[in-house]
């Protein structure tokens, strides 16, 4: 499951739909600001965007969960 934007996505479908739309609606740079585990499964990865996006400058947050080396959950939010 991914949430982006208030939005839910689930199953792979979804997931790749949202991917292949939210990566060509904006052009963006993005550099990892910081990263830290929070625990054996789950991290969080804050990342600077700046582009042209409404507000042209963000941090975001993408908070994860792994299970057997892959992500099961996947949270983008401010």
């Known amino acids: 499951m991914v949430t982006d934007e208030g939005h839910r996505y689930h199953?792979?479908?979804?997931?790749?739909?949202?991917?292949?739309?939210?990566?060509?609606?904006?052009?963006?740079?993005?550099?990892?600001?910081?990263?830290?585990?929070l625990d054996d499964d789950h991290f969080d990865?804050?990342?600077?965007?700046?582009?042209?996006?409404?507000?042209?400058?963000v941090d975001l947050h993408f908070r994860f969960a792994l299970r057997d080396g892959r992500i099961t959950r996947l949270v983008i939010e401010p």
Do not use: K, M, N, Q
Not at 18 to 35: F, I, K, N, V
Not at 45 to 57: N, Q, R, T, W
């Open 45 to 57: 990865a804050v990342h600077h965007l700046e582009g042209d996006f409404p507000g042209a400058v």
């Open 11 to 37: 199953g792979p479908g979804e997931i790749h739909a949202w991917l292949a739309r939210s990566a060509g609606e904006y052009t963006y740079t993005s550099t990892l600001a910081a990263a830290r585990r």
